[in-house]
Every structure is written in structure tokens, then in C-alpha cells.
């Protein structure tokens, strides 16, 4: 479903992910505590951090089999969760996508936006690789825009 990278750039990849992580701020926790197993993982106003802490994150929310709810707003490194099968928007929700960059001083994350772009897909990975990953400033959406540009992903009831 994700495309994978040659070795040698997966390798390259994984060093600038660590070396990122060394400058970049560690995301405070944004998950709602749960009561049960059967409760849905509530996401809600996360403003993402750190791209390696945010895989990490997503293989987890993956693996657990539970509905996770996006509320609020998703942006930056949050985003590359959407895309978790188990996933949904809440209607109301808003998502916002910038540049990856070295958090403090500015400067692009050379390859993080590639890192990145594996969890987008459909009319979202369109947009990131034309625009989105090239600016600073971030572009906020609606759920509903998120939905249109990525039909596969789903509102929440």
C-alpha cells in the first residue's frame, strides 16, 4: 500500500529521521485515556512534533485493532496518522500540513518530506508533494476537504 524506499535511501532516511530527532521538540502525549479496549482512541488537538516519534506512534495505533478519532485539529507530523485503516475524521476536524523543518531554526529537514509522504495518498500525497511540503506556512483544511482529496479516508459518525 506504501511505497518503499531502496535500501541505500532508506538507510539515508532513517539517519536524517535520528538526526531530526536530536533537534526537534519530542510531542507531548494527545491521546484521550481510555476506559476499555473497546473505546476508541480519541486524537484531539495535536499539533504534531517529531516525525520519527510519530511512526513510532502510528505502527502502534495500527497495531492496537481500535477505532482512532481524530477532534480538533491533526497538523504537521500528526497528519501521517490519518491514513491508519481504523482511522476517522470527526467532521468537524481541521488538518494542517507545512514543511517539515528543524524546530527552532527554520530550516527544511532535507528527505523528511519524503519520510513523510508515504502515509499520504490520492489527492493529499498530490497536493504534499506540489505544495504543501515546500512552505513554512501551514495550509489548513476541513475534514470534509480532507475526504474529497482522499476519498479513502472516512468521517466519523
Same mark, same amino acid.
Given at each position: 500500500?506504501?511505497?518503499q524506499?531502496? &535500501?541505500?535511501l532508506?538507510?539515508a532516511?532513517?539517519?536524517?529521521?535520528?538526526?531530526?530527532a536530536?533537534v526537534t521538540e519530542?510531542?507531548?502525549?494527545? $491521546?484521550? @485515556?481510555v476506559r476499555?479496549?473497546?473505546?476508541?482512541i480519541?486524537?484531539? #488537538?495535536?499539533d504534531?512534533?517529531n $516525525?520519527?516519534g510519530?511512526?513510532?506512534r502510528? /505502527?502502534?495505533?495500527?497495531s492496537?485493532?481500535?477505532?482512532v $478519532?481524530?477532534?480538533?485539529?491533526?497538523a504537521?507530523?500528526c497528519?501521517m496518522?490519518i491514513?491508519?485503516? /481504523?482511522a476517522c475524521?470527526?467532521?468537524?476536524?481541521?488538518? =494542517?500540513?507545512?514543511?517539515?523543518?528543524f524546530i =527552532?531554526?527554520g530550516k527544511?529537514a532535507?528527505?523528511? #518530506?519524503q519520510l513523510?509522504? %508515504?502515509?499520504y495518498? #490520492?489527492?493529499?500525497?498530490q &497536493?504534499w #508533494?506540489?505544495?504543501?511540503? &515546500?512552505s513554512?506556512?501551514? %495550509?489548513v483544511i476541513?475534514?470534509?476537504?480532507?475526504v474529497?482529496?482522499d @476519498? %479513502?479516508? &472516512?468521517?466519523?459518525?
Open positions: 500500500m506504501f511505497k524506499f531502496p &535500501k541505500p532508506a538507510a532516511l532513517t539517519a536524517v529521521t535520528l538526526l531530526a536530536c519530542a510531542p507531548a502525549e494527545r $491521546v484521550t @485515556p476499555s479496549s473497546a473505546d476508541p480519541v486524537i484531539r #488537538n495535536d504534531g512534533g $516525525v520519527t510519530y511512526i513510532l502510528r /505502527n502502534e495505533l495500527a492496537s485493532g481500535r477505532r $478519532v481524530f477532534r480538533g485539529y491533526c504537521s507530523a497528519t496518522l491514513t491508519i485503516p /481504523n475524521l470527526a467532521p468537524d476536524a481541521t488538518v =494542517g500540513f507545512h514543511a517539515p523543518h =527552532g531554526s527544511p532535507p528527505m523528511i #518530506n513523510m509522504a %508515504q502515509y495518498r #490520492n489527492g493529499i500525497l &497536493k #508533494n506540489s505544495t504543501w511540503s &515546500k513554512l506556512k501551514m %495550509q476541513s475534514a470534509k476537504e480532507y474529497r482529496l @476519498p %479513502q479516508t &472516512k468521517l466519523c459518525r
